[in-house]
């Protein structure tokens, strides 16, 4: 059993990582919770949710952490039962904000209102873990400058091929981001909600801040959505067009050169009478015609403006 216990002034916050049989059985014998919701507890929850029982909230969020072995973000769930005096948080594996904020408790640095409530308790607490989405952003943000820099800045072939790659990659990042984000939008209504049922009124300013802290970091998210496909489409962009480029130049060498091949075929027809064939400087009349017929390829392209 991996289980600590914190007081705050007059409340008490409950830590579980990774719960067991053990930690279930001190909630059942401590606490009158639900024993469907117990049984949530020792499983993965795929769906946030909120839920008021009569003496208590259950709530089940998650957030998103980076992994670079993977480059993308995964998905880090935290469970909260809450009750007028206790704080119960269960999670499942190391969460670095949790710990941070676990440390800024130990050490009394924290705000004075801070801990007169369960709601004020999970206000600062849920604002951590905010803050460190917000921070998990930073990274996106940063390649995100580092692609729109090769982007305008390159003409290596090879390195376009790699700004598609690494395109592709923080795409994906964005996406799991904002798969683990949007659900919790209608949860932090239904919290300030129910919460405000469950704690009165004066606690509400509490819930709406958490949704306010919650859509900063959505607005992140979704500023770098936009900035990343437009990136996209200003590199599908800028490839087209040097493939358009690379497309008309090979065309009008091959225009340029079928006078020649032309010519070439023409004379070297095994036919028993053939033009100038036998005349004295017969090839570099032959010659001649074959570099007429390009110049005079190369300046109607001229005109045309192909070139």
Same mark, same amino acid.
């Given at each position: 059993?991996?289980?600590?216990?914190?007081?705050?002034?007059?409340?008490?916050?409950?830590?579980?990582?990774?719960?067991?049989?053990?930690?279930?059985?001190?909630?059942?014998?401590?606490?009158?919770?639900?024993?469907?919701?117990?049984?949530?507890?020792?499983?993965?929850?795929?769906?946030?949710?909120?839920? *008021?029982?009569?003496?208590?909230?259950?709530?089940?969020?998650?957030?998103?952490?980076?992994?670079?072995?993977?480059?993308?973000?995964?998905?880090?769930?935290?469970?909260?039962?809450?009750?007028?005096?206790?704080?119960?948080?269960?999670?499942? =594996?190391?969460?670095?904000?949790?710990?941070?904020? #676990?440390?800024?408790? +130990?050490?009394?640095?924290?705000?004075?209102?801070?801990?007169?409530?369960?709601?004020?308790?999970?206000?600062?607490?849920?604002?951590?873990?905010?803050?460190?989405?917000?921070?998990?952003?930073?990274?996106?943000?940063?390649?995100?400058?580092?692609? +729109?820099? +090769?982007?305008?800045?390159?003409?290596?072939?090879?390195?376009?091929?790699?700004?598609? +790659?690494?395109?592709?990659?923080?795409?994906?990042?964005?996406?799991?981001?904002?798969?683990?984000?949007?659900?919790?939008?209608?949860?932090?209504?239904?919290?300030?909600?129910?919460?405000?049922?469950?704690?009165?009124?004066?606690?509400?300013?509490?819930?709406?801040?958490?949704?306010?802290?919650?859509?900063?970091? #959505? *607005?992140?998210?979704?500023?770098?959505?936009?900035?990343?496909?437009?990136?996209?489409?200003? *590199?599908?962009?800028?490839?087209?067009?040097?493939?358009?480029?690379?497309?008309?130049?090979?065309?009008?060498?091959?225009?340029?050169?079928?006078?020649?091949?032309?010519?070439?075929?023409?004379?070297?027809?095994?036919?028993?009478?053939?033009?100038?064939?036998?005349?004295?400087?017969?090839?570099?009349?032959?010659? =001649?015609?074959?570099?007429?017929?390009?110049?005079?390829?190369?300046?109607?392209?001229?005109?045309?403006? #192909?070139?």
């Amino acid at each position: 059993m991996f289980m600590e216990t914190i007081k705050i002034k007059n409340l008490t916050w409950v830590d579980i990582v990774d719960p067991k049989k053990e930690d279930i059985e001190y909630l059942k014998q401590n606490f009158d919770f639900h024993p469907i919701v117990l049984g949530e507890l020792t499983i993965h929850t795929l769906r946030p949710k909120v839920e *008021n029982y009569d003496h208590y909230l259950y709530m089940v969020l998650h957030f998103p952490i980076y992994h670079p072995e993977e480059k993308t973000s995964k998905s880090m769930e935290i469970d909260f039962l809450i009750t007028p005096t206790t704080l119960i948080t269960v999670r499942y =594996g190391k969460i670095q904000p949790l710990q941070e904020f #676990w440390k800024k408790c +130990e050490a009394k640095d924290i705000d004075p209102h801070f801990g007169e409530t369960t709601a004020s308790l999970l206000y600062y607490m849920i604002g951590e873990l905010n803050n460190f989405s917000s921070r998990q952003l930073d990274h996106i943000t940063r390649k995100i400058d580092d692609i +729109e820099k +090769e982007i305008f800045g390159t003409k290596n072939i090879k390195k376009e091929e790699k700004i598609v +790659e690494e395109i592709s990659i923080v795409r994906r990042d964005i996406l799991d981001f904002r798969r683990i984000l949007k659900p919790q939008n209608t949860i932090f209504e239904s919290l300030k909600t129910r919460g405000t049922e469950f704690f009165g009124k004066s606690e509400e300013p509490y819930f709406v801040d958490i949704i306010g802290d919650h859509m900063r970091v #959505w *607005n992140l998210l979704e500023n770098n959505k936009e900035t990343i496909e437009s990136l996209q489409e200003a *590199n599908d962009s800028l490839l087209s067009n040097r493939t358009n480029r690379i497309m008309k130049i090979i065309t009008l060498f091959a225009v340029i050169v079928f006078p020649l091949t032309l010519v070439a075929a023409i004379f070297g027809m095994n036919t028993k009478y053939l033009p100038i064939i036998g005349m004295e400087n017969d090839f570099w009349i032959i010659l =001649g015609i074959m570099f007429i017929g390009t110049i005079s390829m190369l300046i109607l392209f001229k005109i045309k403006k #192909w070139l």
